[in-house]
């Protein structure tokens, strides 16, 4: 029960990271990228790209069904909300609200594509965070805090704690 609360938190955290990532590059004009040092700018930009093509086609898909569940429940539930005085059309509600939410994180993944100007950087903290599952259980978590204390990060240990993957 326990790994599958932490399932669960891991990928809402995910979910939200990126829903954010995505709404905030909606403007943003320029973009730095940071990825582990052994990994070339080539690869990282093709990394990159794919990610946000998969976010645009997956972000539209699930625009389309939501706006569709909206239309359906305005029209077939709409009038039953209607005889109960007071009580708003909740599911309406929820499915404009996904609704539009896709439709921002896809306008954030089509500007990345191709109205941002990325930078790409080179960070060894990455590399050493991608190593992290290499380590043997009983030093990573030493590593985890020497890491948090090199970057400054003081959560650091406490948020790979909650959201590290324990069954590799």
């Known amino acids: 029960?326990?790994?599958?609360?932490?399932?669960?938190?891991?990928?809402?955290?995910e979910k939200v990271a990126e829903q954010r990532l995505l709404w905030r590059l909606r403007r943003a004009r320029s973009v730095r990228a940071f990825?582990?040092?052994?990994?070339?700018?080539?690869?990282a930009t093709a990394l990159v790209r794919g990610a946000?093509?998969?976010d645009l086609?997956?972000?539209?898909?699930?625009?389309?069904?939501h706006a569709a569940a909206l239309v359906f429940a305005t029209v077939v539930l709409g009038p039953l909300f209607l005889l109960?005085?007071?009580?708003?059309?909740l599911?309406?509600?929820?499915?404009?609200?996904?609704?539009?939410?896709?439709?921002?994180?896809?306008?954030?993944?089509?500007?990345g594509l191709n109205g941002a100007d990325w930078t790409y950087s080179a960070c060894?903290?990455?590399t050493a965070i991608r190593r992290l599952r290499d380590l043997p259980s009983a030093d990573r978590m030493r590593a985890v805090e020497e890491?948090?204390?090199?970057?400054?990060?003081?959560?650091?240990?406490?948020?790979?704690?909650?959201?590290?993957d324990w069954r590799a």
């Open 1 to 13: 029960r326990q790994r599958a609360s932490a399932g669960v938190q891991r990928w809402a955290a």
């Open 35 to 43: 990825h582990p040092d052994d990994l070339s700018s080539e690869a």
């Open 52 to 54: 946000l093509t998969a």
């Open 57 to 65: 086609n997956r972000h539209r898909r699930w625009m389309v069904v």
């Open 84 to 89: 109960v005085p007071g009580v708003a059309n």
């Open 91 to 111: 599911p309406a509600l929820y499915f404009a609200f996904r609704a539009f939410g896709h439709y921002l994180s896809s306008r954030g993944a089509r500007h």
């Open 124 to 126: 060894d903290a990455l």
């Open 147 to 164: 890491l948090a204390a090199r970057l400054g990060l003081a959560h650091l240990t406490r948020f790979y704690r909650r959201t590290a």
